[in-house]
Nanobody, 115 residues
Framework: QVQLVESGGALVQAGGSLRLSCAAS????????MAWYRQAPGNQRELVAT???????NCADSVKGRFTISRDMTKNMVYLQMLNLKPEDTAVYYC?????????WGKGTLVTVSS
């Protein structure tokens, strides 16, 4: 059983920064990819950033240049560094691990950006 636990969500003012963390219960190198998703109230869950087993990182256009996904395989941790936060970044952020056709999810951490 895979467990993903997010942390780091908070209330922050527009223009501020946060770093989200995701702790995995097993070696993250075993996954095809790790990712961060977010879901704002009334919206569908959307992909924010991914990092492949090989280390290739990608971000959604809406956060490119402001968010960075990274990992520490020695600690089985994945991070999302968020800079210059905007009110529209307000959402619950979920950690995701992909293995073949299987997706594993954390319970999420809330990020609220005030204007």
């Amino acid at each position: 059983q895979v467990q993903l636990v997010e942390s780091g969500g908070a209330l922050v003012q527009a223009g501020g920064s946060l770093r989200l963390s995701c702790a995995a219960s097993r070696n993250i190198f075993g996954f095809d990819a790790m990712a961060w998703y977010r879901q704002a109230p009334g919206n569908q869950r959307e992909l924010v950033a991914t990092i492949s087993r090989g280390g290739r990182a990608n971000c959604a256009d809406s956060v490119k240049g402001r968010f960075t996904i990274s990992r520490d395989m020695t600690k089985n941790m994945v991070y999302l560094q968020m800079l210059n936060l905007k009110p529209e970044d307000t959402a619950v952020y979920y950690c995701n691990a992909k293995l073949s056709t299987k997706d594993y999810w954390g319970k999420g951490t809330l990020v609220t950006v005030s204007s």
